[in-house]
């Protein structure tokens, strides 16, 4: 697991293999999330920041691009 960061400060840099993305939609409530692996195969700079891929992403429920709520979601660390 990559080290915990507050979401505001948080870089696709930032992510490990088991943290994902996760895009709320507020206009359906429709849910996805997006592995960081994924991520980093669209493209995105890893010091692009996770909180600014709202303004980036469509609904695939509603088709709404910009009313996504980015949260993380932080994976369970090795033993």
């Known amino acids: ?29 429709h849910t996805a999330l997006i592995a960081s692996a994924f991520l980093n195969r669209l493209g995105l700079s890893p010091r692009h920041k996770v909180l600014d891929l709202k303004d980036r992403v ?3 429920g509603c088709g709404v691009r910009g009313r996504a709520v980015v949260s993380i979601k932080w994976g369970k660390s090795a033993p």
């Open 58 to 60: 469509r609904c695939r």
């Open 1 to 29: 697991m990559a080290k915990v960061v507050p979401l505001y400060v948080a870089c696709i840099a930032n992510l490990g293999s088991s943290d994902f993305v996760k895009l709320d939609c507020a206009g359906c409530s």
